[in-house]
């Protein structure tokens, strides 16, 4: 599915890509090339090479955290399939991953390497990527697989057979969700002959009868080195990944094939289009599209700031004119930058009982009022201020560079990704609302869920841009200074991270390093109350977290809102059972501000009763769609299934009725009680993570949360082990193309058990790697499913921590999944793992760990924890030595020992021809 950028309550937020300072291409001096190798330009720290065979390459360097991520993107995706091949560019993604001869266990080969490793499919590309901890022999070998895949993959009749129904599952799940399929649908009643309006996952008919021979031909003539460019970033030796690219891509030919002109243009829209889609369950949802400019076009820049002016939360004119007077429960826009003509949408998900007729014509009139309602400068600036600082953030992980540039490239080259900042940077207030009127009138109109009146007004013929006459002479900005090699080994981490005490109980960790565009990740996590004083507060925390940063004593929303964005700031809060914990993510110099922010949010809430209805609208909304998926059914049946708490104990497994009960009952003044005896830092953690002053932010602390104790006494509520009887439960949701299935198992230990690293890494083995059992009988041999894992939930505390295995797949092969399933356990029972599998397992087990504790935000979030459980890295130093002194005898004991298939409370849910329980 191409992934959508989207400012919203409803669609998923992905970030833009983002910025840094100018490095001269005549400055730009890079490491001794290869003889065959020939650099072409260098644009912000970013290199670029080509070989004779047409392979683009980019080295993007970054010595901050001891990550490598690599990601060859081809210039292929659901644009370039013919009539009758629609999803096959998305089919051959999955097919590449089958192997080759040199290769042939891919997955199994990333997981003993630890590797991050996935692959996604677009209008306009393709690419596989990987991220692990950088060492040469893990960045040597991923090269010389992707070099291998290019050219050798297997593609083989026997490998689609099972791959077909895993895509097919594929399918099954967007199917289920209507926000999807409505959104489907409309892109397609957008584009009458263009193939942006095919699905990039394809046509059900296509994929199923796909012929083998013309999947072969697509991928030879399309994944070839002179239609790929090959980026690796973080943490590498240069001059060692120049060689290794000649080595292994340099001896692959270049092609004689000429890759085919595409030249199919949709015509100027010259009217109103509709499309209603009718489903059982969810919630009512309207989408308003506009065909835009490609990507690459100047005017582009003006859509996607037209995108948060009329889309964002709460400064947005949907949200005023829609949520704010009670028309919508959410908005939202997005839109696409694409290489040919995109498209833009903007949308409202309703709650229970609002009138859509009424809520469509608000959302069409302030869509299409520019004319009427100019945009201001004031609405201008703000939605400048939050692109550019969405491309910061994202600018400053160069793993999310790597990837992120695949669009620009796709758009038809790279450098787009710093020329479209820059556009941002100097549209004018004029071009926003000449793009504005251009393009969102009603004849270039298509709305889901509405029927249209047609008064014909065209927006401008569309047209492609010549990119390489416009990016000619262009010159990027400086780059930045280079980060520090950081090595996130426990004991460095505890040797580099700084704790102390703020009274009366914030407990603090700090871990200052460089790190590229001065980026810090943050948490904070107060505790609070009790087992009797927490209870029947039923939806209050959760409505106080979601109401902390509408507004303070001394700023409201909006000012709240513009101060995070001045300081740069994401700030996010959440509160449950007897916690509050608030994120932060921002820039070195304002940290310290985004603290004192957050103290007086924490402190001096204003908590207002209109936004508390704004919140319980959209909770309600969310609830509703959830009452008819099979994954929340059966979670909820699954959850209740043996629960002995009464109602009004935050530990009860509440029913969606129970839920719903809940929120219509919050009031604003519990609210405001809830606050005022229970918030405070009598008890609390705080750990920051990423370039920052250590003085200055302790300083801030002591400012913010300092001598602010908590009325009611703290102290955790007990989890102890409970037996559950074993149960099968069959939960029928008619209509619904995905069904769920769930295991669930309570085991007497926690993470300080002797067994738990023997039973970590008999779970990994059998359900959590990329190369485990129940991975690949279910889903590599079989393809009966997308997603089939297993996992353990671990507490820290008691010895009472839950195994969870879980699969979706097609309700009419639940028979198969079942018994697939119940083969698996009993074979590894019986037999236990090989040595061959716990080996490769521990390894991948073992760079799985160092690679999670690269991640500043993780790393932040597990000082909090070990804060809050008086540990230290050490503890993490000392499960990687049980791990690596571990026997195959010792995992497969573990195994035995606690994982009962008697115990099982083994769960199904989907829409089930065969009632059979």
């Given amino acids: 599915m191409t992934p959508i950028r989207s400012r919203n309550a409803f669609a998923s937020v992905l970030s833009l890509a983002l910025a840094t300072a100018l490095m001269s291409p005549a400055l730009a001096k890079g490491p001794v090339l290869p003889a065959v190798l020939s650099q072409v330009t260098a644009v912000e720290g970013i290199r670029e090479y080509r070989l004779p065979n047409g392979l683009q390459v980019l080295l993007i360097p970054d010595d901050s955290k001891p990550t490598t991520t690599v990601n060859v993107t081809y210039r292929v995706g659901s644009r370039h399939e013919s009539y009758g091949e629609t999803g096959m560019a998305h089919l051959l993604e999955h ?50 697989w992707q070099a291998d895949a290019m050219v050798n993959s297997f593609i083989a009749r026997k490998d689609l057979d099972s791959e077909m129904t895993v895509v097919r599952n594929e399918m099954e799940m967007g199917e289920n969700s209507p926000g999807r399929v409505l959104l489907e649908k409309t892109v397609a009643a957008m584009y009458q002959w263009h193939n942006y309006g095919k699905s990039t996952i394809g046509a059900r008919a296509d994929v199923e009868g796909v012929d083998i021979g013309h999947l072969q031909a697509f991928y030879r003539l399309h994944y070839q080195p002179d239609n790929a460019t090959l980026i690796v970033s973080g943490k590498f030796d240069q001059a060692k990944v120049l ?32 499309v209603t889609l009718r489903r059982v369950g969810g919630v009512p949802l309207l989408y308003a599209g506009y065909h835009v400019v490609p990507g690459a076009h100047p005017d582009f820049a003006a859509v996607e700031l037209l995108e948060v002016i009329m889309g964002d939360n709460p400064s947005g004119r949907l949200h005023k004119r829609l949520t704010d007077q009670q028309l919508a429960a959410s908005v939202f826009s997005f839109s696409q930058a694409l290489a040919d003509p995109g498209f833009m949408i903007m949308g409202a998900q309703l709650a229970p009982g609002q009138d859509l007729a009424a809520s469509r014509q608000a959302l069409l009139d302030v869509v299409e009022s520019v004319g009427r309602e100019p945009i201001t400068q004031e609405e ?58 251009q393009y969102l009138v009603q004849s270039n109109r298509t709305v889901g869920e509405y ?59 700090l871990l200052p390093k460089t790190t590229r565009g001065q980026a810090v990740r943050a948490t904070l996590t107060l505790r609070m109350g009790d087992e009797k004083s927490l209870a029947n507060w039923g939806e209050v925390p959760s409505a106080l977290g979601e109401l902390l940063d509408k507004g303070s004593s001394t700023l409201n929303r909006q000012q709240v809102q513009d101060r995070m964005d001045a300081l740069q700031a994401e700030v996010s809060f959440q509160a449950g059972d007897g916690t509050l914990s608030v994120g932060i993510s921002t820039k070195r110099d304002n940290l310290p501000a985004a603290i004192e922010l957050v103290g007086d949010l924490l402190r001096h809430p204003s908590l207002p009763a209109d936004a508390l209805e704004e919140i ?8 509703e769609g959830q009452r008819k998926e099979p994954q929340a059914v059966l979670s909820e049946a699954l959850s209740r299934h043996g629960n002995p708490y009464p109602r009004g104990d935050v530990r009860h497994a509440r029913t969606f009725d129970e839920i719903e009960a809940d929120w219509r009952a919050v009031k604003i003044e519990q609210v405001r009680e809830f606050h005022a005896k229970f918030v405070g830092t009598s008890q609390a953690q705080f750990a920051a993570v990423g ?15 300092g001598g602010w104790s908590s009325q009611q006494a703290i102290a955790r509520v007990p989890s102890p082990l409970i037996p559950v009887p074993p149960a099968r439960l069959v939960l029928l949701t008619p209509d619904k193309q995905n069904a769920a299935m769930q295991v669930l198992q309570d085991l007497p230990l926690n993470d300080l058990h002797p067994d738990y690293p023997a039973f970590m890494l008999a779970n990994h083995l059998l359900g959590s790697g990329g190369d485990s059992r129940f991975w690949n009988r279910i889903r590599e041999k079989e393809g009966l499913s997308y997603s089939v894992y297993s996992a353990v939930q671990w507490n820290s505390i008691e010895s009472n921590s839950q195994w969870v295995a879980s699969a979706i797949f097609a309700p009419q092969n639940r028979g198969k999944v079942e018994s697939a399933f119940r083969e698996e356990v009993a074979k590894v029972l019986t ?55 571990l026997t195959l005898d ?22 089930f021809k065969d009632k059979t329980p």
């Fill in 380 to 437: 201008l600036d703000r939605a400048r201020t939050k692109w550019l600082n969405d491309w910061d953030m994202g600018f400053a992980d160069s793993q999310h560079v790597g990837v992120a540039l695949s669009s620009a490239v796709a758009q038809g080259d790279w450098r787009l990704m710093f020329l479209s900042r820059d556009r941002v940077k100097a549209v004018k207030l004029a071009d926003v609302q000449r793009v504005a009127q």
């Fill in 95 to 144: 097919m590449l991953f089958k192997g080759s001869p040199r290769h042939p266990q891919v997955w199994g080969d990333f997981n003993k390497r630890g590797f991050s490793a996935n692959g996604s499919t677009s209008y306009d590309r393709t690419n596989y990527y990987a991220s692990f901890a950088a060492n040469d022999e893990n960045l040597r070998w991923y090269l010389e």
């Fill in 890 to 911: 010792q995992v497969n004991q573990a195994l035995r020992r606690y994982l009962k298939p008697d115990q099982f409370v083994f769960g199904l849910a989907g829409d």
């Fill in 616 to 623: 319980r609208r959209q909770a309600l909304t969310g609830l």
């Fill in 243 to 274: 060689a290794w690219v000649q080595q292994y891509f340099a001896v692959i030919p270049k092609p004689k094939r000429v890759l085919p002109p595409l030249y199919t243009l949709d015509p100027v829209q010259d009217g109103e289009r509709a």
């Fill in 691 to 705: 370039d920052f002053d250590a003085k200055a932010v302790t300083q801030a602390l002591q400012r913010a949360l």
């Fill in 451 to 509: 029927l249209p009146t047609a008064t014909p007004m065209r927006a401008p013929t569309p047209d492609r841009v010549n990119v390489a006459t416009m990016l000619k002479d262009f010159k990027g900005q400086d780059a930045g200074a280079p980060a520090e090699t950081f090595v996130a080994s426990p004991a460095n981490i505890n040797a580099r991270t700084q704790r102390l005490t703020i009274e009366p109980g914030l407990k603090v960790a």
């Fill in 831 to 885: 037999q236990g793992f090989t040595q061959s599998e716990f080996e490769s397992g521990k390894r991948g087990l073992l760079n799985f760990r160092q690679l999670s504790r690269a991640q500043d935000a993780r790393l932040a979030g597990a000082w909090v924890s070990n804060l809050y459980l008086d540990r230290t890295f050490e503890v993490s130093a000392k499960v990687d030595a049980a791990l690596e002194a």
